[in-house]
Structure formats: C-alpha cells, structure tokens
C-alpha cells in the first residue's frame, strides 16, 4: 500500500477502536501500535524532514520515540533524552535490514 491516509479516515478509526474499547472494558493496559514504513525514500535525493508533533497526553515512562532528522533534530533530541536518527543512520539501514 503505497497511498497516503487521510486524517479522516485515521480519526474514523481511532474512534471506533475507542469505542470498543469503553464497550468491552479489559482489566490491563491496551495499547495500539503504529507502524510507518518510509518506501521509494532515497536519503541522496530527499534529505528535507519537516514537521512538529505535540502529543496531547504526557507519555508512559516506557514510552519509546525515536527522532527522523537532519543534525538539527537529532541534537534536539539528544538534548531531550530521546532517540534520533539522522540521514547517515537511514543509509546505514538501507544497506543493512538486519537494524531494522
């Protein structure tokens, strides 16, 4: 599948997964995960990241995120105690998929 989600379409389904969730309580924690694949991304040609997430709900301590950027985010992100990547570590995974 190599199209774009539209909000819509994403929001549609965060909100029947939450309705089922209220409609069947469990006794745990349920989590979703969410899974991006960066296909036909040639790190040569397109080396612009660009964009900000604030996440509304502060994050469970085991919460992982890792940071895709230039230099600029990844020393953000270092700063913050997070996880980054840079354009060096996208080629690294290309060439190797064992990494990923």
């Known amino acids: 599948m190599s199209s774009k989600v539209s909000r819509d379409t994403l ?3 965060v909100n029947a997964v939450l309705q089922e969730s209220a409609r069947k309580h469990r006794k745990f924690l ?3 995960e969410l899974q991006i694949a960066l296909k ?3 790190p040569q040609k397109d080396k612009r990241f660009s964009g900000t997430v604030k996440l509304k709900h ?4 085991k919460f992982q995120v ?3 950027g230039d230099q600029q985010h990844c020393d953000e992100a270092k700063a ?8 060096e570590a996208l080629k690294k995974l290309n060439k190797s998929k064992k990494l990923v």
């Open 80 to 87: 913050n105690n997070l996880a980054c990547m840079d354009t």
């Open 11 to 13: 929001y549609d389904c």
């Open 30 to 32: 349920e989590t979703v």
């Open 58 to 61: 502060i994050p469970r301590p």
């Open 40 to 42: 036909n991304y040639d």
């Open 66 to 68: 890792c940071v895709l």
